[in-house]
């Protein structure tokens, strides 16, 4: 609940997974255009947040 609380105010990004669920699913709210781009800012998050201790 604690990196839900902690990317909910993420501009640009969308929670799309259950609030108790252990696992955190992240959405653009607008993709890019590109697929290949999505999926590489979603990995960039999730390696920063994994960095940062969230």
Known sequence: M???AGLSD???LEISSHVLSPIVFLKLKKSTGSLATDLDLLETIAEQVSSDGL
Do not use: L, M
């Open 10 to 12: 993420t501009p640009g």
């Open 2 to 4: 604690y990196v839900i």
